[in-house]
């Protein structure tokens, strides 16, 4: 199993870019669908995009489309997340896992990173 340390959460006014990053161990990483995930406070835990094992194709959640970017370098067994034109609702905790299979919004891994906090303000 890989273990997953998320940073790069902050505050950031409305319209704003923030780049998340998903530190991996393990020399396995390159082997999985990648993805983030996140949760605001009341809220289920949502899926945000995913990535194929190359890098090569993405997908995403219906709600931040076209505002963010994910994307992975494997040989840092990293995976990142650039969120452009923040707004208020996308305040929350967010997570990296790896996906179940490619296409699938659904965590592979029972165990969570600690996360990194994202607030957007009005």
């Known amino acids: 199993q890989v273990q997953l340390v998320e940073s790069g959460g902050g505050l950031v006014q409305a319209g704003g870019s923030l780049r998340l990053s998903c530190a991996a161990s393990?020399?396995?990483?390159?082997?999985?669908?990648m993805g983030w995930f996140r949760q605001a406070p009341g809220k289920e835990r949502e899926f945000v995009a995913g990535?194929?094992?190359?890098?090569?194709?993405?997908y995403y959640g219906d709600s931040v489309k076209g505002r963010f970017t994910i994307s992975r370098d494997n040989a840092k067994n990293t995976v990142y997340l650039q969120m452009n034109s923040l707004k208020p609702e996308d305040t929350a905790v967010y997570y990296c896992?790896?996906?179940?299979?490619?296409?699938?919004?659904?965590?592979?891994?029972?165990?969570w990173g600690q996360g990194t906090q994202v607030t957007v303000s009005s």
């Open positions: 896992n790896a996906l179940d299979g490619w296409g699938s919004n659904t965590s592979l891994f029972d165990s």
């Open positions: 393990g020399r396995t990483f390159s082997s999985y669908v």
């Open positions: 990535i194929s094992w190359s890098g090569s194709n993405t």
